[in-house]
């Protein structure tokens, strides 16, 4: 929540208010639709899930440890229990090994991965930053349109006064037999559609205000007029403007480089991969011996080297070969 009053704060900033106290301001109305709009919270949890994968992203830098277990009842019937003349033997079999890997390097891939994840942060927070905006601007063209469609009300109502003013003067004057017949007619029609645009007006200014309702997810009451605001004093001033603090264009400069970044993770596939192993296994009645596995109870560390090769001419994707190991 407080990573969206922020973002809140930094578009609401410039915007005027005017002086009623009690009445919604138009700064009021975009804070609250950047606080609990449905969009923005999805792009903003977006984000939070950026930042779990760049966390994982960096656990490439770290060691892996593994550990397993096992006991059980075993039958054996193989070539070594044959030889002693015991065709089926039942033991007691148990194992446990514990095994700790560490990278030393597999050709810049996880530095590749630790980048592209940070490109696509920087992606996920600006577009946090654009759904943001583009959500005010929607919450600020529903409220100067509940206004445009009040003020739209106040003269269609006008309109139907006049109307009836006028028309109430043309029946006298008929009934007086001074007007004429189709005056009457004619001021009667227009009164007509006087009160039928007062009609389309109010259904006008119902839409508008549940539009507002949508956005902002209040009712529109008391809405006031907005102080005008400073704009650009020309399109290229806009348009400077625009191309410095655009959302939109430094995410897609983002994207750019997340993309750039899983380029060079792909060809990390061409590098030796190098890693240092220390374990121990403690096995005992296993595969139907009786008694510890001596050979397995000592620290055993080594180095392991493995080598990718690809056949580039004919554009095939590289495939293992070799991996060879260097007891330590």
């Not at 039958?75 to 065709?87: E, I, L, M």
Request: glycine share 4%; net charge neutral; proline share 3%.
């Amino acid at each position: 929540m407080h990573y969206r009053d922020q973002i809140a704060f930094g578009l609401t900033l410039s915007l005027l208010t005017s002086g009623y106290a009690c009445a919604t301001t138009l700064e009021q109305a975009v804070k609250e639709t950047l606080i609990t709009h449905p969009q923005i919270s999805g792009s903003i949890n977006s984000r939070h899930s950026a930042d779990e994968d760049l966390k994982a992203a960096k656990g490439g830098y770290l060691p892996t440890l593994d550990v397993s277990a096992g006991t059980g009842w075993e039958q054996t019937d193989n070539a070594t229990t044959r030889a002693s003349g015991d065709h089926l033997r039942d033991l007691h079999r148990s194992e446990s090994s514990i095994n700790l890997s560490q990278n030393l390097f597999n050709g810049f891939a996880t530095t590749s991965e630790v980048a592209r994840q940070k490109a696509t942060v920087n992606s996920r927070a600006f577009t946090v930053m654009n759904t943001a905006e583009s959500t005010a601007l929607t919450a600020i063209q529903s409220y100067l349109n509940v206004l445009m469609q009040e003020k739209m009300v106040r003269l269609a109502e006008e309109n139907l006064k006049n109307h009836e003013r006028i028309f109430d003067q043309i029946r006298l004057r008929t009934e007086q037999g001074v007007g004429r017949q189709a005056d009457y007619e004619q001021a009667e029609a227009r009164l007509a559609q006087a009160r039928n645009n007062l009609l389309t007006e109010q259904t006008n200014l119902e839409d508008a205000r549940a539009n507002y309702s949508s956005v902002v997810g209040r009712e529109a009451t008391d809405l006031t007029n907005p102080q005008p605001s400073k704009i650009p004093a020309s399109l290229e001033d806009a348009k400077k403007v625009m191309l410095d603090n655009s959302p939109l264009l430094k995410q897609a400069d983002a994207d750019v480089e997340a993309t750039r970044q899983q380029y060079e993770a792909a060809k990390s596939r061409f590098y030796p991969s190098v890693d240092v192993d220390v374990g121990r296994r403690m096995d005992n009645n296993v595969d139907g011996t009786r008694g510890h596995d001596q050979s397995g109870r000592r620290w055993c560390a080594c180095a392991t080297t493995c080598l990718t090769a690809a056949a580039i001419r004919h554009n095939s994707p590289p495939t293992p070969t070799k991996c060879r190991k260097h007891r330590m």
